[in-house]
């Protein structure tokens, strides 16, 4: 049981940072729609600067900052319902029971899957031919 509990919370902090990664590249752009758009939004704070990030206290900063914390911290909540919790879990024990194949049996099914692709292009290339001169001869 131990073990089902350790399982369940590296799924879920996988998936959490994953989403935190996202949500971040969507703050970014955010900040930078912001600031791009909005003059108001681009002035500095009373000159005020960020020693660590080297950027001006921006309210665009600070609304997108707002945005990301709030944003992670409800993407957190929401990851440890249980119901999210055990659809990770058994996502996770499932994708640990697929085999995966081999380079040579990917290699010979995607050759397999191209080739048929082209006879079926080739077969369906001189249908349309032949019903187009058939149309044509009977319409004109």
Do not use: H
């Not at 995966?100 to 349309?128: H, K």
Request: hydrophobic content about 50%.
């Amino acid at each position: 049981m131990a073990y089902k509990k350790d399982q369940g919370r590296m799924a879920r902090m996988t998936a959490y940072w994953s989403g935190t990664i996202f949500l971040f590249y969507g703050c970014v752009s955010l900040f930078r729609e912001l600031t791009g758009r909005f003059e108001q939004l681009a002035q500095a704070v009373g000159g005020m600067e960020i020693p660590v990030l080297g950027m001006e206290l921006t309210p665009s900063l600070m609304i997108t900052a707002v945005v990301f914390l709030g944003g992670s911290y409800l993407f957190f909540r929401w990851i440890e319902r249980p119901k999210q919790a055990d659809l990770l879990i058994e996502t996770e024990s499932e994708m640990r029971k697929v085999t995966w194949p081999s380079l040579s049996d990917t290699m010979s099914g995607s050759i397999t899957v191209i080739l048929t692709v082209l006879v079926l292009m080739a077969i369906l290339a001189l249908f349309d031919m032949a019903l187009g001169n058939v149309a044509t001869k009977i319409l004109t």
